[in-house]
């Protein structure tokens, strides 16, 4: 039988009410104030395929250097922590009941009773605040992960994702953008990649175009940087590169969601190999020394999260227009991390999939000289692009999916260019010709005659 003592310390100057049940972690030996995941088992990998990343149960603990405490009395299970960017609420994935599905709560850091944010039908968990009242967060619908919004004060969801596989959130970044993990190629691999969207679902983009080996729970650093972890170690994004590198890791098995510390060092949750357990860390990335922060014999230490305040990311104005289709203008399909021979691309077709998952066919469109074309496809629904040659050979053809929100109108520099690339300073050939697009929605022209 485990003893319970209900305890009060002071987070940042505030009174946090809670309950101490027994655990046998270690604290800290600095002045970090952190909430982590206490778990028997944890499968990181597990979301990918729809599954349960917290196979035996979970608990959020609090660490103020002095003991390590369960954060939240009364549920079964815990988890997916967040701090707000006043430090003075969190988010997270709870079960009151065994049996329940995951649904995400938010409680006060000065105490009171957790609030039900979302009623889910079904798993919901992995929330992050967004500025503005707004969270995200991924719901298993028809057995998949796809991200949603809602606004905190009501819990009114709209969805963001609408790629085939799983999606799971990892950060916001300052720019407003959220930073979410899938598969790559996207909805259709077990190996996971690094996204960005926007909060109303449009300009879905991988963050870099290099696509290495598995890259998962990206963060966003106080240097810009993107860190994450690999299937090698660690790794990270700048904004001087258009590929990943190496952080130069010790060996070992990393389970993401770095945590940048106030004097610069990392703090990970990290074990030698898989039959440790996993313990948090704070890792000096000039010097390579390991500091033990926490560990416990019996469960692995997790998704560590600081309690401090932070700055609100830029809010994102949403520009959809109220149709039921989107607009897409590629400047140039000759623009691309692939080699095509100048003038060999005559044709596009369009892709989307039907109620069983399989690929089926849109439409065509003819491509310009320069590589331009201009095209109206359907909103919210998972999208594949092919090129062809005059001949009807195929030239290259996506592996995975994308998606365009209704009422969206997006301007692509190419085809795959990388997120880095900028546009020539031209008028593409296309809209020399027309203004009109080419309708591969599938549905009546109506829609290009006012039709919503």
């Known amino acids: 039988m485990r003893h319970m003592a209900a305890v009060v310390v002071f987070v940042g100057g505030l009174a946090v009410s809670m309950v101490w049940v027994g655990v046998s972690a270690q604290a800290p030996s600095n002045d970090l104030i952190l909430v ?264 692995d230490l997790v998704e560590p999260v600081l309690v401090e305040t932070r700055p609100a990311p830029n809010q994102h104005p949403s520009g959809l227009h109220d149709w039921r289709y989107a607009n897409l203008l590629c400047l140039n399909a000759y623009t691309s991390k692939y080699i095509f021979a100048p003038g060999s691309v005559a044709t596009v077709k369009l892709y989307t999939t039907n109620e069983q998952g399989k690929a089926v066919l849109l439409g065509s469109s003819a491509v310009e000289p320069d590589g331009s074309f201009y095209v109206q496809v359907p909103g919210d629904k998972p999208l594949q692009i092919e090129l062809l040659d005059g001949l009807g050979k195929p030239l290259k053809r996506e592996q995975g999916w994308w998606w365009m929100r209704k009422g969206e109108q997006r301007i692509c520099v190419g085809c795959h260019a990388g997120p880095e690339r900028s546009p020539e300073n031209a008028v593409p050939a296309v809209l020399l010709k027309t203004t009109k697009p080419v309708n591969l929605t599938g549905l009546a022209t109506s829609l290009q005659k006012g039709g919503r």
């Open 36 to 299: 982590y995941t206490s778990t028997p088992q944890y499968d990181s990998a597990a979301w990918l395929r729809g599954g349960e990343r917290f196979p035996a149960g979970a608990q959020l603990m609090l660490s103020d250097n002095t003991k390590a405490r369960a954060l939240v009395a009364g549920f079964a299970a815990t988890t997916d922590a967040n701090v707000s960017f006043d430090g003075k609420r969190l988010l997270f994935a709870g079960k009151r009941e065994g049996k329940d599905h995951w649904d995400i709560w938010e409680i006060g850091l000065a105490g009171g009773e957790p609030k039900r944010v979302t009623s889910c039908d079904s798993d919901c968990l992995r929330p992050f605040y967004l500025p503005g009242d707004h969270l995200v967060y991924a719901h298993k619908v028809g057995g998949r992960f796809v991200l949603e919004t809602a606004t905190v004060s009501d819990g009114q969801a709209l969805q963001v994702t609408y790629a085939p596989g799983n999606s799971l959130p990892t950060d916001v970044l300052r720019d407003g953008r959220i930073l979410f993990e899938a598969s790559y190629p996207l909805g259709s691999s077990t190996a996971s990649e690094i996204y960005t969207v926007y909060s109303d679902g449009s300009g879905v983009e991988a963050y870099r175009c290099d696509h290495g080996a598995s890259r998962r729970a990206g963060k966003q650093a106080p240097s810009g940087d993107i860190v994450f972890a690999s299937g090698h170690g660690l790794g990270r994004f700048t904004s001087a590169l258009a590929h990943g590198v190496d952080l130069n890791a010790p060996s070992g098995e990393f389970a993401g969601d770095l945590v940048t510390e106030p004097m610069g060092n990392f703090l990970v949750a990290w074990r030698p190999d898989t039959k440790a357990r996993y313990t948090l860390q704070s890792w000096n990335s000039a010097s390579g020394s390991f500091e033990t922060l926490l560990a416990s014999k019996d469960s």
